[in-house]
């Protein structure tokens, strides 16, 4: 279903959407009809049936992005379909001036588990005002969210300003080919937004609890200790690399990395496996081995830490190879200026003022930063990759209002 990078979506398209959507939207929307609510996509729920009826699992599309893509078209946004490997991505943009808002986020989704659903995982079934399905709440519901907001925002005519869309396949797998290179690409194009709100769930319980302005970096290393295998009564004649890992790991672990910062909890190493595989009790093995996690704040970076372990290691061991790989640099979003118009635009819509926080794992926004200021703010995550991962209705358009206020703040 997915029509490929260079292909336009197509007209077949508004007719193979109106089946599914048809049904969703006509009973829930009566209800909540109101005057300025003339825009089918003014509502999200319709979209975010459709887009959770594409079993859109990491690398697959399963026509998602063709979905959004018609929704978007339909108000006005011009569309490019950015293909790489095997990975659908989407930039879709309104208006030409500044400031250029962007919303970004991503239409895949984890698989559904082996965990028993009670609903089914790509069905988008509506039970008692509960929407269930697998990216209901991570994040096709957000994203469903982004369009019910331009679509109020637009009612009144073009935008002051800019807004756009940055939509990847690839969050939840390797994130090689996804938001990475469509910003490649939008700076290649002079795309790059003012300030990019990112739509992952980032509150606990209620809507309006928690901005994250920032994120941890991670980093894993996997470390061998070469040593001098022989027979455990001769150790004179042996070299034991159990001992010096052993040495290296206490010495990495004796102190902690900082103490945390204004915003940033501290850092933490952790040993995550030591592993000789030893099966006699009389040989001082050749080998000995350990991997390690370490999430840090925006005090370290990945390349400082690697040559921290690095020294360490050779004050304990002489042969020894250390396998890094930085799965994310940390970051920080100034809490200011356009945070505080965030905030302020959250706390209007909902009655709560935002908490800012940086915990959690690693998102999109880690790439995002080095390009320009991003946020995230989206729907409660209490259900996201679980079994039954779902989001009340109500929910769903409090977000819409909540990202509407924030086009009105961004763009007044
Ligand atoms: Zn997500």
């Not at 009973?27 to 959770?52: E, N």
């Not at 990019?196 to 309006?208: D, F, H, Q, S």
Request: charged share 15%; with cysteine.
């Amino acid at each position: 279903m997915d029509p490929g990078p260079t292909d336009p979506v197509g007209d077949g398209l508004a007719a193979s959407l109106a089946a599914p959507l048809a049904a969703p939207l006509a009973a829930p929307l009566a209800a909540h009809r109101t005057a300025h609510l003339t825009d089918p996509w003014a509502d999200p729920l319709g979209l975010a049936q459709a887009l959770i009826r594409c079993a859109s699992v990491t690398p697959e599309d399963a026509g998602a992005q063709a979905v959004l893509a018609a929704a978007l078209e339909h108000l006005g946004f011009t569309i490019t379909r950015l293909r790489f490997g095997a990975v659908a991505n989407l930039f879709a943009r309104i208006g030409t001036a500044g400031p250029h808002l962007c919303f970004a986020g991503h239409t895949d989704v984890v698989p559904p588990g082996a965990a028993p659903w009670h609903a089914d995982p790509f069905g988008g079934e509506l039970r008692q005002g509960v929407l269930y399905g697998r990216g209901a709440c991570d994040m096709k519901g957000a994203i469903a969210a982004f369009v019910a907001a331009c679509a109020r925002h637009l009612h009144g005519g073009a935008p002051r300003g800019s807004i756009s869309l940055l939509i990847t396949g690839d969050e939840e797998g390797p994130a090689l080919d996804g938001t990475t290179r469509v910003l490649d690409w939008m700076a290649a194009h002079g795309q790059i937004p003012d300030f990019c709100l990112v739509g992952e769930p980032t509150n606990p319980a209620r809507l309006g609890e928690v901005i994250k302005i920032g994120r941890r970096g991670s980093l894993n290393a996997r470390i061998t200790v070469h040593g001098t295998q022989g027979h455990s009564a001769y150790p004179q004649l042996a070299d034991n690399p159990v001992h010096r890992l052993v040495r290296a790991m206490a010495a990495l672990t004796a102190a902690p990395l900082d103490a945390g910062t204004d915003w940033f909890e501290p850092s933490s190493l952790q040993i995550t496996s030591l592993d000789v595989g030893n099966t006699a009790s009389n040989v001082i093995p050749a080998a000995a081995r350990a991997a390690l996690n370490i999430r840090f704040n925006d005090r370290h970076s990945g390349a400082a830490l690697t040559g921290w372990l690095r020294a360490t290691l050779a004050q304990h061991a002489e042969r020894f190879d250390l396998d890094v790989a930085v799965s994310g640099e940390a970051f920080l979003t100034e809490p200011a200026g356009q945070v505080d118009t965030l905030a302020r635009a959250i706390a209007a819509a909902t009655g709560i003022t935002p908490r800012l926080e940086t915990g959690g794992g690693t998102s999109d926004a880690r790439f995002i930063a080095r390009y320009c200021p991003v946020a995230e703010f989206g729907l409660v995550g209490a259900s996201m990759h679980q079994a039954d991962e779902h989001v009340p209705v109500a929910e769903l358009r409090q977000l819409a209002e909540i990202y509407q206020a924030v086009l009105g703040a961004f763009l007044p």
